[in-house]
């Protein structure tokens, strides 16, 4: 067991070593007399890079943004957050607009003149390229809101923040989450668009409802849905296939799609209150389903 411990002291000071981040200031201004700057940073491990960008406004604790954020999408509903102070900045739809699809096709499959692939192969390449170039002609950019913990930040901090940032909102759109031009692989950060703050955790305002301790769903600020169920680790909550129900909830109404479950299935989930989930949700069959009997 000794060796064990020691050995495991020995691989996490190896890691630990062998981990760096590397930080440029790529931005900077000033809000009542304090310093606001975003650094880009990236975590070089042995085996990767990771790429996020850390918020600073001087007297503040920073915030980062990570390759996650976008799924934070924007509220389903205007009285999710229960009254916690939110900021929204520019929320207007827009969209990563490709110009000149066959031009950008040409240049995306250039590389296959040069390369000694098997002729069908650069035909199925050229087919997968035409068709990702194709399908993404106009897409909307992701809207998304950050959370700021009101047990690290005080509210005068987030209101600083939420401040700096509405004034300054449209250049750090286009410096950070612009359209980048088009690869058949999307970059991180590539057409994302930040349209606000929130005081509080995500988790403050989930809506859960159960089944039980092991099966319940998750109802998130932006209305998308998630279902645990205990499965191979007993005392564990694991997040099952979307099997049940579609993972978003559908509005105007504040529906829910139904797949393989039934309104009656639903029903049996319930609130900490009481309340069931078809009580507070409207249900309807979802697309290409057929109904249940």
């Known amino acids: 067991m000794r060796v064990l411990y020691m050995l495991s002291i020995i691989l996490s000071f190896i890691a630990s070593a062998c981990t760096k981040t590397q930080r440029q200031d790529i931005y900077e201004t000033t809000y009542n007399d304090k310093k606001f700057r975003i650094q880009s940073c990236i975590r070089k491990t042995y085996n990767s890079n990771y790429l996020y960008y850390r918020f600073i406004l001087d007297n503040s604790k920073p915030f980062d943004v990570n390759s996650l954020d976008y799924q934070h999408g924007l509220p389903y509903t205007h009285d999710v957050f ?147 169920n205990e499965l191979s680790a007993p005392g564990k909550n694991w997040l099952s296939g979307q099997d049940f129900i579609y993972s978003k909830i559908k509005m105007p109404g504040k529906i829910i799609q139904l797949k393989t479950y039934s309104k009656d299935d639903l029903a049996h989930y319930q609130n900490k209150k009481g309340e069931s989930i078809t009580s507070n949700f409207k249900t309807e069959q979802g697309p290409s389903e057929e109904p249940n009997k």
Not at 128 to 138: D, P, Q, R
């Open 82 to 228: 229960n009254g916690a102070p939110s900021k929204y900045f520019d929320t207007t739809i827009s969209y990563c607009v490709i110009e000149n699809p066959e031009q950008l096709y040409e240049q995306n499959s250039a590389y296959l003149h040069s390369q000694d692939y098997p002729e069908a192969e650069k035909n199925e390449i050229k087919k997968f390229i035409k068709e990702e170039i194709y399908k993404n002609l106009k897409t909307e950019r992701k809207r998304f809101l950050l959370y700021l913990d009101p047990q690290k930040y005080s509210l005068k901090e987030f209101e600083d923040i939420s401040n700096v940032l509405n004034l300054h909102i449209k250049e750090i759109n286009e410096l950070i989450f612009s359209c980048k031009p088009f690869q058949v692989s999307r970059g991180n950060y590539d057409g994302w668009q930040f349209c606000g703050l929130v005081y509080g955790n995500e988790d403050d305002f989930c809506e859960v409802y159960s089944k039980s301790k092991e099966d319940f769903f998750k109802v998130f600020p932006d209305g998308r849905i998630a279902h645990y």
